[in-house]
C-alpha cells in the first residue's frame, strides 16, 4: 500500500509539477494480477484498482490497515472498469458487468475479487472512508443507478451522472460513490465548477480518447493550478480545493465522496469571475 500526503492549502501554490502530482495524482493503480491501493490524508480515504487475472485475488487488512479485515471499521464501493467478473463477498457472489457498483459495508470479513477470463481481465476500482456502523453489502447494475442529465452542448458539458451510492439508493456510512458521462461533443466536467467544504472527492478518469488526456484543474478559484491525466489515472480533491476539468474528447470519470455530509448537492459553487 502506498501512502499519498495531499498538500494543504497553502504549500500546493508553491510546487513543481512533479510536487503536484506527488500530492495529488495515482498514476498507476491498475496492474494485471495486482491489488494496488493508496492510503492519503484526505479523510482518510483508500483508493485502489485490482485486475485479476489467473488466480482470483482478495482484499486484505494488514499492518497498513492495522486490522485483520480490510472492512473491520470501514465501507467500500467498487466499480468494475473493465470485463466482466465477480467479487464474493463472505461466500456470496456478485456477477460485476462492466460499470456495475457492489458497496460492501462494515464487518464483511472475506473478499475475493476474480475476472470471468484471464486475458480481458476485470478492473476493479474502489474507494473506501472510515464507517461507523454496519449497512448491507449491496450490488446495482447501471440500469439500477440513478439517472441525471446535466449540462448543454453549447457549454460543452452535457454529461449525464449515474448515481450508485447516496442516500436514498445504496445506503452508507458516509461513502457517495457513481460516475459521470460526457456525450459526445463535450469536454468539460464540473462546470460551473464548486468546492466541498463539509467532504473530500476522489476522481477516477477513464473511457478517454486514444491518445487523449485530460486537464484537471485545483487548488482555491483564486489561485488555480493542473496536472495532466490519463487513462485510468486517479486525482484527489480536498475540501477546499476546486476539481473540473477539460478533455481533448468525451471521456468518464468515477466519482468518489467522503465526509460529514452525504447530501449529493451540499456544494459550495464558485463564482468563474473569480477564477486565475
Known amino acids: 500500500m502506498k501512502t499519498i500526503e495531499a498538500s494543504d492549502r497553502n504549500s500546493y501554490k508553491r510546487m513543481t509539477t512533479d510536487e503536484l502530482r506527488a500530492s495529488f495524482v495515482l498514476e498507476e493503480l491498475f496492474v494485471p494480477g495486482k491489488v ?18 489467473d488466480s482470483p485475488l482478495l482484499l486484505e487488512g494488514g499492518r497498513e490497515m492495522a486490522c485483520e479485515h480490510f472492512c473491520d471499521r470501514r465501507e467500500v464501493g467498487i466499480i468494475n472498469l473493465g470485463a466482466p467478473g465477480k467479487i464474493v463477498v463472505d461466500g ?53 443507478a440513478n439517472k441525471i442529465e446535466l449540462g448543454s452542448l453549447a457549454e460543452s458539458n452535457s454529461r449525464t451522472i449515474y448515481q450508485f451510492i447516496r442516500p436514498g439508493f445504496i445506503q452508507s ?7 459521470t458521462q460526457l456525450n459526445e461533443g463535450s469536454v468539460w466536467n464540473t462546470f460551473p465548477p464548486h468546492t466541498h467544504d463539509r467532504r473530500t472527492e476522489v476522481y477516477c478518469y477513464f473511457d478517454l480518447p486514444k491518445d487523449g488526456l485530460v486537464m484537471h484543474f485545483l487548488g482555491e ?4 493550478r493542473h496536472v495532466t491525466l490519463r487513462e485510468k489515472q486517479v486525482v484527489l480533491s480536498p475540501p477546499w480545493s476546486v476539481h473540473c476539468a477539460a478533455g481533448t474528447g468525451a471521456y468518464t ?12 448537492d451540499d456544494m459550495d459553487h464558485c463564482d468563474i469571475a473569480r477564477f486565475r
Not at 456510512?173 to 460516475?179: A, D, K, R, S, Y
Not at 470519470?253 to 449529493?264: K, L, T
Open 36 to 53: 494496488s491501493l493508496a492510503y492519503t490524508n484526505v479523510d482518510r480515504a483508500v483508493v485502489g484498482g485490482i485486475v485479476p487475472t
Open 92 to 144: 456470496t457472489e456478485y456477477p460485476m458487468d462492466n460499470r456495475e457498483c457492489l458497496y460492501v459495508g462494515k464487518g464483511a470479513k472475506e473478499i475475493r475479487l476474480m475476472s470471468d477470463n484471464a486475458s480481458t481481465p476485470a478492473q476493479f476500482y474502489l474507494v473506501s472512508y472510515p464507517a461507523h456502523m454496519a449497512y448491507p453489502t449491496t450490488h446495482a447494475t447501471l440500469a439500477q
Open 173 to 179: 456510512c458516509q461513502l457517495v460513490m457513481g460516475f
Open 221 to 224: 478559484p483564486e489561485n488555480t
Open 253 to 264: 470519470f468515477v466519482w468518489g465522496m467522503g465526509g460529514e455530509n452525504q447530501v449529493f
